[in-house]
């Protein structure tokens, strides 16, 4: 499978985030899911068993480091990368999602270019280890 064919699980509570990320995705070629909270995000995770995770920190049901925790706790989803993409930018926090296995961090707002090049980047990182 090649980056342009990846399916990627966008977890935020921010509709527009959402579907600007989506749009951006797509247009890139991308396979997409969405949820909304932490619980949706797991659900998702499990049914899809998406090639990477962009996972916000602070969703509703369960924040992202909660949800970060149990995917890297899961033995089918423990190597897809996530990558943190939230608000919380002092540096226990980024130290926290990354000590509990977060493979990137970046801070809203951001550039979408950069979070498509870190996607890339990681994917191929993941299928070269396969």
């Known amino acids: 499978m090649n980056g342009a064919k990846a399916r990627v699980l966008i977890c935020d509570d921010d509709p527009l985030l959402l579907e600007l ?6 247009a ?5 899911i ?5 619980a949706e995000a797991l659900a ?3 049914q899809h068993g998406p090639d990477i995770i962009v996972l916000d920190a602070m969703m509703p049901k369960a924040d992202g480091l909660e949800v970060l925790a ?4 899961d033995p089918v989803l423990s190597d897809t990368p996530v990558v943190m993409l939230t608000a919380r930018k002092a540096e226990r926090d980024i130290v926290s999602a990354l000590e509990k296995g977060a493979d990137d961090y970046l801070v809203k707002p951001f550039i979408p270019e950069e979070l498509l090049a870190r996607l890339a980047r990681l994917i191929a990182r993941k299928n070269g280890k396969r």
């Open 21 to 26: 990320m989506e749009f951006r995705l797509r």
């Open 28 to 32: 890139k070629g991308y396979e997409v």
């Open 34 to 38: 969405t949820a909304v909270d932490g």
């Open 44 to 46: 998702k995770a499990e």
């Open 70 to 73: 149990r995917l890297k706790g």
